[in-house]
């Protein structure tokens, strides 16, 4: 990929507007008791009848009945329990369609063991005040088929009001899309969780917003991964914002997760963070921390936690202003081998890596020091002052290719590596501190300019960081 054109595609990004967790115990599971393949499409809505929409979507997913929850009676105001309603039509086969209105859901539906869907047309569903629990839990305790939800809007902005809008646990396939969640959650509950049961089995989750967070200190995260899951999922174009305990918390068991585009912002803990044993990738992901009065602390952009050829690429990720952080690309002690390539990272917190590969831990597998740990057509800009662009420690098979470091902040380094083996080569680091410090390294270099003058060095960047990548 060509630099120039590779920047100018950051650039657009950053101009997109932008407005917890599997694996784990689940602090409010539901009542007692790459990537993933082609879905069904969900119709658009067209002008006509009002039955055309849901229709569409029945024959397209092969659903024998569309019910009507307004012609069914189901108060539309907001005013009146629908719980029922949908318990009584939610069964196989059958697509429940919410016309425009406010449906009061005070109660956890659930639906185990068919292949059933929900859609809505300008529908909210609203908690009433208080309310803390799941609404839907479409798959428990049984996992359904399939699964269809999308058109909804959850209206959470009452006070001490925060339910899991969706549970969703699928053998075959899960479909989230054009869900709102507004409100900013003020009870300990995560939000939107997602588990494919069977290794064969996807799950696409589109154009979801949460874009109003949780309150500081209920650990709340935005998505999730659950721990039931073994299949694939996407997440895509969805956008997260200011979840003290992570935006997107990916940790499933088994399957992989991919997640392409969308918007993360001011998340604790991680805007991203993937841990599968399987290969995963976050492509063309805008992750941004600019706001630290509520986020929390450690406020990482992508964090890989762990498994195998996990690969991030054509990502921005923006640390602008933060509480504490590990880094805005953080490759954890845990992590076996990733590639970063096609990133930009800009940084003007302080102290902040661009780029991090941590030492594994005493528990750590032996092979998660030998990676390989790569970075290719990186650039890295920013006004941080202090600590280093890039830091790597205890780690075989790193290798930095096509970098460019430029940050023009007081004693900020360039490349730190301690007890690291691999390579630095067609790369220009322009830092106010030590360019490249090896310690215990053994590192090869080829083709690799330094300056010490990054004040003054727009011509060489431009030379460095716009022309085509190099051999």
Not at 192 to 216: C, I, K, M, S
Not at 232 to 242: K, R, W
Not at 344 to 356: F, H
Not at 415 to 426: K, N
């Amino acid at each position: 990929m060509r630099r120039r054109r590779f920047l100018a595609t950051v650039a657009a990004a950053a101009t997109v507007g932008l407005a917890g967790c599997g694996g784990r115990e689940d602090d409010d599971p539901p009542p007692p008791g790459p990537g993933p393949h082609e879905q069904p499409e969900v119709p658009a809505r067209t002008t006509g009848e009002e039955s055309r929409y849901p229709a569409a979507i029945a024959s397209e997913w092969g659903f024998d009945e569309v019910v009507n929850l307004g012609t069914e009676g189901a108060d539309q105001t907001g005013a009146r329990e629908t719980a029922d309603y949908f318990e009584d039509h939610l069964r196989d086969g059958t697509l429940v369609y919410l016309p425009p209105g406010r449906y009061e859901l005070g109660r956890t539906v659930s639906v185990s063991d068919a292949s059933t869907g929900i859609v809505g047309e300008n529908a909210t569903i609203v908690p009433p005040d208080g309310y803390d629990g799941t609404l839907f839990a479409l798959g428990y305790p049984e996992p359904l088929s399939e699964v269809l939800i999308a058109g909804l809007t959850f209206d959470f902005r009452a006070e001490d009001t925060g339910a899991r809008p969706l549970f969703a646990m699928a053998d075959d396939r899960i479909v989230a899309r054009e869900l709102d969640v507004r409100g900013r959650i003020d009870v300990g509950q995560d939000q939107l969780r997602f588990d494919v049961t069977e290794p064969d089995g996807t799950a696409r989750v589109e154009n979801v917003r949460l874009p109003d967070g949780g309150v500081p200190g209920t650990g709340v995260t935005g998505m999730e991964v659950g721990d039931q899951n073994h299949g694939d999922l996407a997440f895509v174009d969805c956008h997260v914002a200011g979840f003290p305990d992570n935006g997107l918390y990916a940790n499933p068991p088994e399957g992989e997760v991919s997640v392409l585009g969308g918007s993360y912002l001011n998340n604790g803990i991680s805007g991203v963070r993937i841990e599968t044993k399987d290969a995963s990738v976050v492509r063309g992901v805008h992750v941004r921390c600019d706001d630290r009065s509520d986020a929390g602390e450690n406020m990482r952009g992508i964090r890989l936690r762990s498994g195998e050829s996990l690969l991030v690429e054509d990502c921005l990720v923006e640390m602008l202003e933060v509480t504490s952080s590990d880094g805005g690309i953080v490759f954890s002690s845990e992590l076996g081998s990733a590639t970063v390539q096609n990133c930009q990272v800009r940084v003007d917190a302080d102290d902040v890596n661009a780029v991090r590969i941590k030492a594994p831990g005493d528990s750590t597998a032996e092979d998660a020091h030998h990676g390989p740990f790569r970075c290719e057509n990186v650039v890295v800009t920013g006004e941080a002052t202090g600590g280093a662009a890039v830091a790597a420690a205890n780690r075989r098979g790193c290798e930095f290719a096509n970098l460019c470091v430029h940050q023009p902040g007081d004693d900020r380094d360039g490349i730190v590596a301690e007890d690291v083996t691999g390579e630095v080569h067609d790369s220009y680091v322009s830092v106010t501190g030590d360019p490249l410090s090896f310690t215990g390294s053994a590192i090869s270099q080829r083709n690799v300019t330094v300056n010490r003058d990054p004040r003054d060095a727009d011509s060489a960047v431009d030379r460095w960081c716009s022309q085509p990548s190099r051999e």
